[in-house]
């Protein structure tokens, strides 16, 4: 069963529509990819899922409706949004980003587990727990992004291109994560990029949008496979 | 002659402390705001009025002893704080910073009318819970009152420096002010949070109000100059900045009762020269001491 559905999901931001009727389904444990081109409606799509954006249509998580609700209820849920440019709370340390992360929280000693788990993931974080988070790179800042969603211990994790103004290298070691994250603790992912290459080796499906609209989805191989994908997103 | 000037000297900036604690504790309540919504409280003071009255009457009407009223009228002024931001201010929130001005500017003459409707406008005494018995500190006389107005406004700052620094809501409240749209992500509700800012900004607020009130009596006006102190104080330390609103908050204490006390007519010239530090700030040191100018990375 689907743990993710959107069905017909439109958005707007005053007056302009940025999503006409999207529609996607997340299988649980699954990574799912978001491709497109700059200005797509990739990251609306995240938005309007985590209720960051006013959306209407059906958008299904776990048996509940969650169009329309605020983001403070659907992180209850359990859906962790890592935002595009990555959202860290600059001025606060690592450790304080990682309490935020479990803010909704009660149970001390689940969170400790999850605190391991995490760390399990990003070990460098332990030793810089009290270092202020503006003074980590891009990269760390993007791990230390994933790292505080994991502390939520979310059904679904939403990632808004996590490989954005990486080094390569740096990149590689953050989908090898991603992918450890969906494989270990069985984390559902909905991933967006740019870059289709990265995203289609690590996902089982993909969409692909363009202006507010799904244009093209399936598998990752077919999706690779197609003539027009290697054109547009594969630098064929 | 030297040494008894001196002496002077010193006692003058002792008491300037003292009442600098209280421009402090207020010149935090303005920071907290600020930092929770880019606007000053122009209320602040107005709000710290009230509670104090309260206080007031708590004292004379109900006879109850002052470390009972303290309490009960700090817990008054947080429930006050939370309520007038969710009535007041929350439609607004969002909004720009001009709109949200003309809603403190408006709250400053609500609650400065309705203290003067229902306590009245005529002078009244504040009973002090502090004797004006000197002690003195080898040679330097220095009143029970001023000393405890000072350990009563440091306590005050101590006890939120404690809530922001080592507790889960106080990192909230902190996160929310600099970073509501990833705090909403992780579960924050940020617009309680600021509800909750407004609180403390009162209660904190309330403090110095039952603080200064012996020192200057009471009526709907008295917080005034009081805030301008205030302003002075948080505008000196960086706008932003808890610490730096103490720290401006002690200088203006000491600053003002310099001038008080050393230029002729000093104590008209308090209220000039509180005006005068604020705009020298903002012309040469914009940041003030401890504010930094925030780098946003777009
Ligand atoms: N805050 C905003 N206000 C107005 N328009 C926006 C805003 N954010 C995005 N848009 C518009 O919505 C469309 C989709 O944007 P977005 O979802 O950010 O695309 P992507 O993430 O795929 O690059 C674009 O046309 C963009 O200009
Ligand atoms: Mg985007």
Not at chain 2, 293 to 298: C, D, E, N
Request: with cysteine.
């Amino acid at each position: 069963m689907a743990l993710l559905e959107l069905n017909e999901v439109q958005a707007s931001y005053g007056s302009i529509r940025a999503l006409h009727g999207v529609s996607l389904k997340v299988e649980e444990g699954s990574i799912v990819a978001l491709l497109g081109a700059n200005g797509a409606g990739k990251t609306t799509t995240l938005r309007a899922i985590s209720g960051m954006v006013r959306a209407s249509g059906e958008i299904r998580f776990a048996g509940h409706d969650i169009a329309g609700r605020q983001p403070e209820d659907v992180a209850r849920l359990g859906i962790a949004h890592v935002p595009s440019g990555r959202g860290t709370m600059t001025q606060l340390t690592v450790w304080e980003n990682l309490q935020m992360g479990a803010y909704i929280r009660r149970d001390r000693d689940r969170i400790k587990a999850d605190y391991e788990r995490t760390m399990r993931y990003f070990p460098w974080i332990r030793s810089r727990k009290d270092q202020v988070a503006a003074t980590l790179s891009g990269g760390e800042q993007q791990m230390l992004a994933i790292a505080r969603a994991l502390m939520l211990n979310p059904k679904l994790l939403l990632l808004d291109e996590p490989s954005l103004g990486l080094a390569p290298i740096v990149i590689r070691d953050i989908f090898e994560i991603v992918k450890a994250i969906n494989r270990d603790d069985g984390t559902t992912i909905l991933v967006v990029e740019q870059n289709a290459n990265l995203a289609l080796r690590a996902a089982e499906r993909a969409y692909v949008l363009e202006v507010g609209r799904v244009t093209l989805s399936g598998s990752s191989a077919e999706l690779a496979g197609n003539e027009s994908i290697r054109k547009s997103y594969l630098g064929d | 002659m030297y040494l008894v000037t001196l002496t002077d000297f010193l006692q003058q900036v002792v008491s300037g402390i003292a009442s600098g604690g209280v421009y402090a504790s207020l010149a935090l309540a303005l920071v907290l705001i600020y930092r929770a919504m880019d606007v000053a409280n122009f209320a602040q003071g107005e709000m710290a009025m009230f509670s104090t009255f309260i206080s007031y009457t708590l004292i004379t009407s109900f006879n109850l002893p002052f470390y009972v009223v303290f309490p009960v009228t700090i817990a008054i002024a947080f429930a006050g704080g939370v309520v007038i931001e969710r009535i007041m201010i929350r439609p607004f929130e969002g909004k720009s910073v001009i709109t949200l001005v003309v809603v403190t500017l408006a709250l400053f003459y609500l609650t400065n009318g309705m203290a003067g409707l229902i306590f009245g406008y005529i002078l009244k005494s504040f009973p002090s819970p502090f004797s004006s018995a000197p002690i003195s500190f080898g040679g330097i006389f220095v009143t029970v009152q001023d000393v405890g107005v000072l350990g009563v406004c440091l306590v005050i700052l101590g006890l939120v420096y404690v809530f922001f620094r080592f507790t889960k809501v106080g990192l909230a409240m902190r996160a929310a002010a600099l970073y509501p749209e990833s705090s909403r992500l992780v579960g924050v509700r940020v617009s309680w949070m600021l509800a909750l800012g407004w609180g403390l900004a009162s209660a904190v607020g309330a403090t110095a109000g039952m603080m200064i009130a012996p020192i200057t009596f009471l009526d709907p006006y008295f917080m005034q100059p009081i805030l301008l102190f205030a302003f002075a104080a948080a505008v000196l330390g960086g706008i932003e900045s808890p610490l730096g609103a103490v720290i401006g908050g002690l200088t203006v204490g000491v600053l003002l009762a310099l001038v008080g006390s050393y230029l002729p007519a000093g104590q008209n010239l308090r209220l000039p020269f509180a005006l005068v530090i604020i705009v020298a700030v903002l012309l040469f040191r914009p940041a003030g001491f401890l504010g930094q100018a925030t780098v946003r990375r777009v």
